[in-house]
């Protein structure tokens, strides 16, 4: 039953997370990047960013957090078996959304070096959270009192909360991009309107760490009542 609350209990961070983005996110800054002789097809979604946060950016936080639920679960797998790492290795990273995002233009060894770098994180979550899985408990921070300390448990959340560490720590390796076709998106004139590709990665970044912030805020306050 463990399993089952701490997955209940950290999706409800990640929808948290995927909401604030949202609100957080701004679509001139996103477009704004897209540079180019595009400004005709720039004016008319920056005239309607409502509807493209509606049919584009939410969208897009879904697939990220639907990304993050689904490799979580692989690491659960890890986390509550006996067997190595390696073992699950190659379907945590299948399900790794960095891992997707990674710039084509990137050497081999830098590829390597980075699958190492994403699947020693994924390897700490997993030996994180094996305590609270093998718990005796009904939710997330009940299961964490029982496995550490109120220290251990903010420094928990500290470290696997940090949802956009990868983008920190290597900025110039991830490439966030999205095709937009304005005939699909408006209708209309716009269909005469080329399509373009918006790189978001800097909007991403920015939008995620100041979500990510407020969900570190509330799981150490959440948690917290759990320890008084």
Request: negative net charge.
């Amino acid at each position: 039953m463990t399993r089952a609350a701490v997955r209940d209990g950290f999706e409800r961070y990640v929808n948290g997370l995927a909401s604030i983005t949202s609100d957080e996110f701004q679509v001139s800054r996103a477009l704004g990047s897209a540079g180019g002789p595009q400004g005709k097809v720039i004016d008319r979604l920056l005239s309607n960013s409502d509807l493209v946060k509606r049919k584009v950016v939410q969208p897009e936080l879904k697939e990220y957090r639907d990304a993050i639920l689904h490799q979580f679960d692989a690491v659960l797998d890890y986390a509550e078996s006996d067997e190595d790492f390696e073992r699950f290795a190659d379907e945590i990273i299948a399900r790794d959304l960095y891992w997707d995002a990674l710039r084509s233009d990137l050497t081999a060894d830098r590829r390597e070096q980075l699958r190492e770098t994403l699947l020693d994180r994924q390897r700490r979550m997993g030996d994180a959270v094996a305590p609270l899985v093998a718990a005796d408990a009904d939710s997330l921070w009940a299961a964490a009192t029982t496995a550490y300390d109120w220290s251990g448990t903010a420094d928990l959340i500290d470290a696997h909360f940090a949802f956009t560490e990868p983008l920190h720590a290597e900025p110039d390796a991830y490439e966030l991009t999205i095709r937009i076709d304005p005939g699909d998106l408006l209708g209309g004139l716009a269909r005469a309107l080329p399509s373009i590709t918006v790189d978001y990665t800097d909007e991403a970044r920015r939008a995620l760490t100041l979500a990510q912030q407020q969900v570190i805020e509330r799981a150490k306050q959440d948690a917290k009542t759990q320890f008084e």
